[in-house]
């Protein structure tokens, strides 16, 4: 079998799953739609791995194989086809999202045991990771849309998966708005490609845009910003990054998986893939890099004050993909796709830890609640403190070696981007502060009861409710199950945090500066042709970008030791001290106020509008009321001829044939 | 004689039944009014054949009188039917048609 046919299984597989769970739900017994679904995941992974040693056997000039299945679509001028790309970049792209995926359906097999749409659940996350798979497989700007649309339905579904939590319900349908405004973004991208270049086709359209376009051509700089616009809605940057904290109200593997392994990093992909195009705009890209940046400052400064442990979690996620963001706008393809990847390890890691710590507190989410659970817990203690330990960016761990080579190659560019990697450790010191915020928060200090009674032995079992409103809710189907698990009692869950947990200390080995770079050689076939191939940080500099790196994580962690370890208490006197800049962070900026104020609240004027005046008034009131009117003067006339009096009938059928014989005489004389 | 004095004749008895149609309340008398309306044109059809000479006239007359016999026969079976059922026997009172 060649490389391309198991592309094409890397794509059949969780298709099957998702089939085989959604049309045999009823019959299968317990936990035996969420291993199927987990089996197919697996096949998926081992296929993208026969997929690597097929294509690694190749030169590296012909790495890039396309396979097209049938033509969708044929027109005079171009076709396009259902196909398939397996270069280094796919297939990169294909391990990442179907390795963790699989990890995260092991862990969800657990977290998920006691919900009542657990087949459901399985179906729509085979989905969710099909959607992804055929994004990155894609060849063509048509199949990469299916995908793209694809995963904002499957996100659509997860999100609110709960579908009788308000909350959720009203999350997944901003996240799929939010999303919608990126596939708009991408098709009117596609289309002014198409318009150019005539060819759809990836390989196709990156031959012929040089021919086309010079460099800063109008028409590349404005496919290039649309294309931006998909991206940065699918990987929440910002201005179109509110869905992100709000897609927290989906089961926690779903966050896990949205956030490190699918959908976010799709935009990263999706400009790392579109580079011959960024070459050809770099105003475009500089737009991608300082944005990025922003979104990394942005949220960083946000995740600061959140008390809520997976939203806290979920601008993590914002600001690092700000980097990766930042990184492939800088031409540091390499770097941003290798911090994608240790990205994807350490995120699945601390939602994991996330997920445990949480069926600890009987689905309490607030850090505020928790404390102490470091002896109560110690396997997710170990874990999410080295997925913190990444996320930080500590020395020899993965995050280390991503970050700070994105980081290295920015300040290389020189120019303006130098403010950008100033920015870039600004971001990093604050991340590294909040992460380990978390870590001290929730594991050390005094032991909240929930702690407590899970070091005897009992796990809490509170009220079932709503983390957000409070509200109460029953177990039933669309509300989370009653079971809590944690994964110090649940073998799945340890194995799926294991494996990511050692993968977010040493992953770092792929990328180490001037000793292995594996990554980067990998990926040279792909990105070879760029003007920026050559334009790479030496390795003495890289090593002193890690130097400041490990010296600011350090300092980072330090300081979120100093205010919640040794002097607790210090942040509550901050807080009141710098209460504006304290509510503002709070509040995220107010971005979800202004885009209520600015767009949700006057369309929901609009239509209230159109609902009191123009439906009741113009439409019920003149038109349909005018018609009804006129009818009902017609027939009120008509009724009152109908006396019942048949002598009157008959005196008015006298009358008539008696007008009628008088017509004719006067007529015909 | 002149077609005319037919004619007169015919629209007396046109006119009688027309009154009585209109005038009367027993369905019966109604149904005998009707009956004089339709002999009236009757007569105007048999004087018109006459004057014209040909046999036209005639036969529409024979047409009309089957037509007044399936009359009477509908029309004294409604009363029939009115009568079994007790209802009044009064055109005046049968009113459920009104709108």
């Known amino acids: 079998m060649t ?48 997929a690597l040693i097929d294509m690694q056997d190749l030169p590296a000039e012909e790495r890039h194989l396309v396979d097209s299945a049938w033509t969708y679509a044929a027109t005079a001028d171009f076709n396009a086809d259902v196909s398939i790309l397996i270069d280094p970049l796919s297939v990169f792209m294909c391990l990442v999202v179907s390795g963790v995926s699989f990890l995260i359906h092991v862990y969800s097999v657990a977290y998920m045991t006691g919900d009542h749409g657990h087949a459901r659940f399985f179906a729509y996350l085979n989905y969710f990771v099909f959607s992804m798979l ?66 759809l086709d990836y390989l196709g359209v990156f031959e012929r845009a ?41 089961p926690t593997p779903v966050s896990a998986l949205i956030h490190a392994a699918t959908m976010v990093t799709a935009g990263v992909y999706l400009i790392a893939r579109c580079f011959p195009l960024f070459d050809l705009a770099p105003t475009a890209a500089d737009i991608g ?34 980097y990766m963001v930042l990184g492939v706008s800088a031409a540091a393809y390499g770097a941003g796709l290798f911090h994608l990847m240790t990205h994807a390890f350490f995120k699945a890691l601390l939602f994991m830890g996330a997920g445990s710590i949480i069926g600890a507190m009987a689905g309490i989410q607030d850090m505020d609640r928790m404390g102490g659970f470091r002896r109560a817990m110690p396997f997710t203690f170990v874990t999410f403190t080295i997925g913190a330990l990444a996320l930080a960016g500590f020395p020899l761990t993965a995050g280390w070696f991503s970050k700070d080579e994105i980081l290295a190659y920015t300040l290389n560019r020189g120019g303006g981007f130098v403010v950008l990697g100033i920015a870039g450790y600004l971001g990093a010191a604050l ?193 349909v009321g005018g018609a009804t009117g006129v009818v009902r003067a017609g027939t009120s006339f008509a009724r009152a001829i109908q006396t019942g009096f048949l002598r009157a009938y008959a005196l008015l059928l006298f009358f008539g044939a008696a007008a009628l014989l008088l017509y004719f005489l006067i007529s015909s004389s | 004689m002149d077609i005319v004095w037919f004619l007169v004749l015919s629209a007396f008895i046109f006119v009688i039944g027309a009154t009585g149609v209109l005038t009367r309340r027993n369905p019966l008398v109604v149904l005998l009014c009707l009956e004089l309306m339709l002999n009236a044109g009757n007569l105007a059809l048999v004087a018109f054949s006459r004057m014209h000479g040909n046999e036209g006239g005639q036969v529409f007359a024979l047409i009309v009188m089957v037509i007044a016999a399936c009359e009477v026969v509908i029309g004294l079976g409604i009363i029939v039917a009115m009568y079994r059922n007790r209802l009044p026997i009064d055109v005046d009172e049968m009113s459920e048609l009104r709108g």
């Not at chain 1, 994004?135 to 299916?146: E, G, K, T």
């Not at chain 1, 996100?155 to 939010?178: C, D, E, N, P, Q």
């Not at chain 1, 079992?461 to 079971?483: A, I, L, R, S, W």
């Open chain 1, 431 to 623: 991340t590294a502060f909040y992460a380990f915020r978390m870590v001290f928060r929730v594991f050390s200090g005094k032991a909240v009861p929930e702690a407590e009674e899970l070091e005897q032995g009992h796990l809490a079992h509170g009220e079932p409710q709503n983390p957000m409103t409070g509200e109460v809710e029953d177990t039933d189907v669309g509300f989370p199950g009653p079971e809590h698990v944690v994964a110090e009692r649940s073998w799945p869950m340890k194995f799926a945090m294991a494996p990511l947990a050692v993968l977010a200390l040493v992953a770092g080995v792929v990328g180490i500066p001037g000793v292995t770079d594996t990554l980067e050689h990998f990926l040279e076939p792909t990105f070879e042709s760029s003007t920026y191939a050559e334009d790479h940080p030496s390795t003495s500099s890289e090593w002193v970008g890690l130097a400041a790196g490990a010296i600011i994580s350090i300092a980072g962690i330090f300081v979120a030791f100093t205010f919640y370890v040794r002097r607790r208490g210090i942040t509550l006197d901050l807080r009141d001290r710098y209460r504006r800049v304290h509510d503002f962070l709070w509040h995220k900026w107010y971005f979800d106020e202004l885009y209520d104020a600015v767009f949700v609240r006057p369309a929901a004027t609009a239509g209230s509008f159109g609902r009191r005046v123009i439906e009741t008034d113009v439409v019920q009131g003149f038109i």
């Open chain 1, 289 to 322: 890099a300082v944005i990025g940046t922003a979104t990394l400052v942005f949220a960083a400064t946000v995740a600061l004050v959140q008390t809520d442990l997976k939203r806290v979690i979920a601008y993590s996620t914002m600001s690092q993909i700000g």
């Open chain 1, 134 to 199: 055929l994004l990155v497989l894609a060849a063509n700007f048509v199949l990469l849309i299916v995908g793209w649309a694809f995963v904002g339905a499957a996100s659509y579904l997860l999100i609110s998966f709960w579908y009788r939590r308000s909350t959720a319900t009203h999350a997944g349908i901003k996240a799929f708005v939010m999303n919608v405004i990126g596939d708009v973004g991408l098709v009117i991208a596609a289309f002014l490609l198409l318009d150019h270049t005539g060819q």
């Open chain 1, 3 to 50: 490389a391309t046919s198991y592309g094409w299984l890397v794509l059949a597989f969780p298709l099957a799953g998702m089939l085989v769970v959604s049309l045999s739900w009823r019959v299968l017994p317990g936990r035996l739609a969420g291993w199927i679904a987990s089996a197919a995941i697996l096949g998926s992974f081992v296929s993208a791995i026969l």
């Open chain 1, 210 to 250: 040089p021919e086309v376009f010079s460099t800063n051509d109008s028409t590349i700089v404005w496919a290039c910003i649309f294309i931006l616009v998909g991206a940065f809605a699918k990987s929440a940057q910002l201005p179109l990054h509110t869905w992100l904290p709000d897609a927290m109200e989906g």
